[in-house]
């Protein structure tokens, strides 16, 4: 069965450091992800991406934060400057059409010290 | 107006019994709403979903109850079992740019008791 994959499963930076956390979606998926959760709360939209580009993005998603599809199969989620409330799971997941079932992948859990 | 209200926030059903989690939300331009399940550790995996113009839909052990009027809907596991024991997430989406963004609620955290 198709999955979204991450990687790393577990990410640990120093703050101020940039990461970077890869997904590869579900190789027909059109629409890709990243959410987030912090440890025991809900799971909180951060950005869609659609035909090469950002549809939607929210608060949390501030000039600290990008997303690139590099190639035809990777999307990345890049923290320029990570700061301590950083720290949370981070998920991606891609669907097929918005307004859709969306595939989560297992999370990359990023931990800033 | 975007929020999703779930409730409750725990809950400890016996093996067997029926679980019933409730959610509300206040957009009238929502028009999809699924559950998702999530156990430790793992990324929320689609349960069952719903749209407006239906008022249920069952899958196996798993019914969603929806009450458009109400902007209310529910999440039924009948027969429920051990291995249901994970945290529910309602959510809600659509209404927004070409790739909508999913609303999730709060959580709850179901127990079943052998």
């Known amino acids: 069965e198709p999955e979204v994959t991450q990687t790393p499963s577990h990410q640990v930076t120093q703050m101020g450091q940039e990461v970077i956390l890869r997904c590869v979606p579900i190789s027909n998926h059109l629409y890709f992800y990243w959410y987030r959760q912090i440890l025991g709360q809900k799971v909180e939209f951060l950005v869609s991406f659609y035909n090469n580009e950002i549809s939607e993005k929210s608060e949390i998603f501030d000039d600290q934060f990008s997303v690139e599809r590099p190639d035809g199969s990777n999307f990345t989620l890049k923290i320029r400057s990570t700061k301590l409330e950083d720290s949370a799971m981070y998920f991606c997941?891609?669907?097929?059409?918005?307004?859709?079932?969306?595939?989560f992948g297992q999370g990359t859990r990023l931990t800033v010290v | 107006q975007q929020q999703v209200k779930q409730s409750p926030q725990s809950l400890i059903v016996q093996k067997g019994g029926i679980s019933i989690i409730n959610c509300a939300y206040e957009n009238t331009a929502f028009d999809y709403f699924p559950w998702y399940q999530q156990f430790p550790g793992k990324g929320p995996a689609l349960l069952i979903a719903?749209?407006?113009?239906?008022s249920e839909k069952k899958e196996g052990r798993f019914t969603i109850s929806f009450n458009k009027s109400a902007k209310q809907f529910s999440l039924h596991i009948m027969d429920s079992q051990p291995g249901d024991s994970a945290t529910y997430f309602c959510a809600a989406s659509g209404g927004y740019s070409s790739a909508s963004k999913i609303i999730f609620g709060s959580g709850t955290r179901l127990s079943i008791r052998p």
């Open positions: 719903i749209r407006p113009d239906v």
């Open positions: 997941a891609s669907s097929t059409q918005a307004d859709t079932e969306a595939f």
